[in-house]
C-alpha cells in the first residue's frame, strides 16, 4: 500500500536556525511529490512540488525540496527559519496510477520560538 | 478571486442525524475531493470527483458517507446516522483537472462534532 512517512511529529526551533524535516514514501511507480502547509488559523496551502526534472525544487518563503528517488525521500529544508514559519508540514505523494487522489504524511508541527 | 469554500464551518449534531456538509469549488475547476482531517488519522482521501461522476470513492469509510456533485460544481457530503467517530475536519479541494500533475487548491474545512 502506498504511505508516506514523515521522521519528526513536532519540532520546536529558536529564529535562524535551519530546519530540515524528514519524508520518506513508499510507492513503486512514478509519483509526483508535494508540500502542503497549514498555518494556524489557515487554509492548507501548497509549499512545493516536484513533478520531474530537476529534483532540488524551490517554494515559496524560502523552502525547498530535494527528490532522492534511491531513497524514496523528499526532506524539506529552509536554511534560517523565522516565527512566521510556525505551522503544520505535510508531505504529500501522488502516484502516478491514482485518480488524483493525495496520500498525506502524518503532519510536522514546527513551532519557532522568537 | 475566490477560493474554495466551504459551509457550514462548523457542526454540531446528535448521535444518529444526518448532516450535509457543503463545498463550493474554484470555478472552472473540474476535480473536485473530499479529504476527512482527524486526531490519530491525519488527512485522509474520502472521494474523488470529475465533472459530476465519482470514479474514486475508495476512501469513503462506511455506507453511511454518500457524496454527490451537481452541474459540475457543488459538492455535497451526507453522513447519514452520525457516530461519535465521525467526529473530524471535512476539507473540500479542487483542481483544474484530476490527474495528480495539478495543484489542489483546499477550502477552510468544516468542523464537525458528533455528541
Known amino acids: 500500500a502506498q504511505s508516506v512517512s514523515q521522521h519528526n511529529h513536532h519540532v520546536i526551533l529558536s529564529e535562524a536556525a535551519s530546519l530540515e524535516l524528514g519524508c520518506n514514501y513508499s510507492y513503486g511507480g512514478t509519483v509526483n511529490l508535494f508540500w502542503y502547509v497549514q498555518y494556524p488559523g489557515q487554509h492548507l496551502q501548497l509549499l512545493l512540488k516536484y513533478f520531474s526534472g530537476d529534483p532540488l525544487v524551490k517554494g515559496i518563503k524560502g523552502f525547498e525540496a530535494e527528490f532522492i528517488k534511491s531513497k524514496f525521500s523528499f526532506n524539506l529544508r529552509k536554511p534560517s527559519v523565522q516565527w512566521s514559519d510556525t505551522a503544520e508540514y505535510f508531505c504529500v505523494v501522488h502516484g502516478s496510477s491514482n485518480t488524483g487522489k493525495l496520500i498525506f504524511g502524518q503532519g510536522t508541527t514546527l513551532q519557532v520560538k522568537p | 478571486g475566490a477560493g474554495v469554500s466551504q459551509s457550514p464551518s462548523n457542526k454540531v449534531t446528535e448521535k444518529g442525524k444526518d448532516v450535509e456538509l457543503r463545498c463550493d469549488p474554484i470555478?472552472?475547476?473540474?476535480?473536485l475531493y473530499w479529504y476527512r482531517q482527524s486526531l490519530g488519522q491525519g488527512l485522509e482521501f474520502l472521494i474523488y470527483?470529475?465533472?459530476?461522476?465519482?470514479?474514486?470513492k475508495s476512501g469513503l469509510p462506511s455506507d453511511r458517507f454518500s457524496a454527490e456533485r451537481t452541474g459540475g460544481s457543488v459538492s455535497t457530503l451526507t453522513i447519514q446516522r452520525t457516530q461519535q467517530e465521525d467526529s473530524a475536519v471535512y476539507l473540500c479541494?479542487?483542481?483544474?483537472?484530476?490527474?495528480?500533475?495539478?495543484?489542489?487548491?483546499f477550502g477552510p474545512g468544516t468542523r464537525l462534532t458528533v455528541t
Open positions: 479541494a479542487s483542481s483544474l483537472a484530476g490527474q495528480g500533475g495539478y495543484e489542489q487548491y
Open positions: 470555478s472552472g475547476h473540474t476535480a
Open positions: 470527483f470529475q465533472g459530476n461522476s465519482a470514479p474514486d
